[in-house]
């Protein structure tokens, strides 16, 4: 088992990429923790399946380097890397047993038969699984054939990484739960490194101790799920992740403070200097529902119109407007059961701590 | 009283089939059914003999002969096709330029009339003017199709494999084609031999098109005609003479009716039956 490291990769299905539209990841470092939970997560075609296939040996990246510790395993085949994958459609070896199923990734490595049963046996107790050993795998449910693809990662005691590409997609939704739990128990009894690829960011926020956010072939960030809910650094992060997602809003610059339609809004840190925007620059302050709220009466806030509220349960989810006419901004804030909702115009204010500045996207702070 | 309502529109929709089967099916095979129980001398005049006909098929040397050359003709035939077929179905490229150009090449046999295949096949195999009987011969091989019961079967059987393998390549083909990337991608994985994939994933993937490859070509091969009366005629001797040219014989070259139709519903029971067995066999397990 050993660290898992990505050097400047790039890669693309074209035999002659030209643009970085070509590529389907374009430049790429990323470290994986021996034995961490990670999460992959990005909307649908943006590059985690590659990603993921490249780290397993199924794809050669185009450019870059794959390491797992100090050994270059960029060229190696699937098997001579040790991993295990887990695929969206449960894969199993329909003619054979559940047994044989388990036994099957032992035995093409030759290991004696005593080790290979005793090794069957301990998985298969951690899977559940142990009654339907002699059973047919074909004739098993989808969550079952999903065990026996994890169980067959998990026999081997050589295995550097579990990947699963979104493996609960034909899992019914009560069995999602218990699975995903199950798997998060795995984790802490094997201590294998496991990288989740999902577009699910409530498996993701689950299932991960880090997730790696991926946006258009690029990570976008890496972090942990409360480092990405307060601070997301891309502002596709801010509405990918949350529900609802994080509200944003041009504006312009006046000091050190934000300013939207004249109204002066004081946000979080000071611009870095390497993200002083250039003339030109797209400028957005970014704010969660969760931290705007309603203003006091006695306190001044930005002049909004309430257009409707959606009960969501513990909370109401409001929609309001903010400016008039064609230049009219949405913008959501939640109000705890039980909160007053104003009706037509109202104040909000945002929490400055949370209110972040977005220069073309990345945050500037 | 009823209180449901009757009503018979429905019967309309389906008289046309009922018509159809009928009159390509039901009625032709009750006249067969209807000479196999009697005996004519001409002149529209029939005797009833029951089952005397079908007795006399049954225990007639000819008849056995014609069988067994029927069965090993086929059992010859899909040992050699099936393989094959599955064979150069593995070969072929899943996917580029090379797929069309393969399964067009494939195709063509399959395209060809079976009596233009027949009359092909005897003029390439002539001993004296055609390319193969020429080159065999020049190669030291004494081959003449029209005179060595061996040569012939050679003849018939590759002629067979050439028209017919390509059916099963493309049935198997498909079958391959339909087997997601993630098999193979979780076989890399696990460390699985070539051996193993194809043991594991490929065939057990194929099992349903190979059913219906090895029956089609049973039933094809069993009542094959046109191509061996073009070749051979069922000749030298009786040696290539399968049961459907020796039905043939019986019917119009003797007319002799009733034995012929006798002949012509056994026949038609044994294709029935073995069809049934295969099917029965081979799709045993998958009831669950």
Not at chain 1, 329 to 338: C, F, S, Y
Not at chain 2, 220 to 245: A, H, Q
Request: with cysteine; net charge neutral.
């Amino acid at each position: 088992m050993s660290r898992i490291r990505l050097e400047a990769l790039r890669h693309s299905y074209l035999a002659r990429p030209s643009s970085d539209a070509d590529y389907a990841l374009r430049r790429l470092d990323l470290e994986w923790r021996d034995g961490g939970a990670y999460a992959l997560l990005g909307p649908s075609g943006c590059g985690k399946t590659t990603l993921l296939n490249i780290i397993s040996g199924l794809l050669r990246p185009t450019e870059g380097r794959v390491l797992f510790g100090d050994e270059d395993v960029t060229g190696a085949t699937p098997d001579a890397r040790n991993i295990a994958q887990v695929f969206q459609f449960p894969v199993v070896y329909d003619t054979m047993s559940v047994y044989d199923n388990l036994a099957f990734p032992l035995r093409n490595r030759r290991l004696p038969p005593a080790q290979i049963d005793s090794r069957v046996r301990e998985i298969a107790a951690m899977l559940d699984l142990e009654a339907m050993l002699g059973q047919r795998a074909a004739n098993l449910t989808a969550d079952g054939k999903q065990k026996i693809s994890l169980g067959r990662g998990l026999v081997r005691s050589d295995v550097n990484v579990i990947m699963f590409d979104e493996p609960l997609t034909v899992i019914d939704p009560h069995l999602k739960w218990v699975l995903r739990s199950k798997l998060k128990e795995l984790h802490q009894r094997t201590g294998r490194t496991m990288i989740y690829v999902t577009h699910d960011q409530t498996e993701a926020l689950t299932f991960a101790d880090e997730v790696v956010v991926m946006h258009e072939g690029q990570v976008v960030q890496a972090g942990t799920p409360v480092e990405l809910f307060e601070r997301p650094r891309h502002t596709f992060v801010g509405y990918f992740i949350g529900s609802p997602g994080m509200n944003l809003l041009a504006c312009e610059l006046e000091g050190d403070l934000a300013r939207l339609n004249g109204h002066r809004i004081a946000y979080d840190g000071a611009i870095r200097a390497d993200a002083q925007p250039a003339s030109g620059a797209r400028l957005e302050i970014g704010i969660r529902p969760e931290f705007v709220r309603f203003a006091r009466r006695e306190e001044a806030g930005l002049p909004v119109r309430v257009l409707r509220a959606v009960d969501a349960g513990r909370f109401r989810v409001v929609d309001v407007a903010f400016g008039d006419g064609d230049g009219a901004q949405p913008l959501k804030l939640l109000v705890p059961e039980g909160g007053a909702i104003p009706a037509g115009d109202a104040q909000v204010v945002f929490e400055p701590t949370r209110t972040h500045l977005y220069v073309d996207g990345w945050i500037a702070t | 009283m009823s209180t449901k309502v009757e009503n018979q529109k429905g019967w309309l929709f389906v008289l046309p089939v009922v018509l159809l089967v009928a009159f390509n099916a039901v009625i032709p095979l009750m006249t067969v059914v209807n000479y196999s129980v009697q005996e004519t001398f001409g002149n529209n005049e029939f005797f009833f003999e029951g089952v005397t006909w079908f007795e006399q098929v049954l225990h007639s040397e000819r008849f056995h002969q014609a069988l067994g050359r029927q069965l090993l003709f086929t059992g010859i035939i899909l040992l050699i096709e099936v393989p094959l077929g599955v064979a150069i179905a593995l070969a072929m490229p899943r996917k580029g330029i090379w797929v069309s150009v393969c399964l067009v090449l494939m195709a063509m046999p399959l395209l060809i009339p079976w009596n233009v295949v027949g009359a092909m096949w005897n003029i390439f195999a002539l001993p004296d003017i055609g390319l193969l009987g020429r080159m065999l011969n020049n190669m030291g091989i004494d081959y003449n199709f029209t005179r060595g019961p061996i040569a012939a079967w050679a003849t018939l059987v590759a002629m067979d494999v050439w028209h017919w393998t390509s059916l099963v390549v493309l049935l198997a083909y498909a079958g391959l084609s339909a087997i997601p990337d993630a098999y193979y991608q979780a076989a890399r994985i696990d460390g699985a031999s070539a051996w193993a994939v194809f043991r594991h994933i490929q065939l057990p993937k194929m099992k349903r098109v190979l059913t219906i490859a090895i029956l089609l070509r049973f039933m094809d091969s069993f009542m094959i005609y046109t191509e061996p009366f073009v070749l051979t005629g069922g000749g030298p001797g009786n040696s290539t003479t399968l049961l459907s040219i020796d039905l043939v014989k019986l019917a119009l070259g003797q007319f002799d009716l009733g034995p012929a139709a006798a002949m012509s519903l056994i026949y038609f029971l044994i294709v029935l039956l073995i069809s049934w067995l295969f099917y029965t066999l081979m799709t045993r397990d998958e009831a669950t």
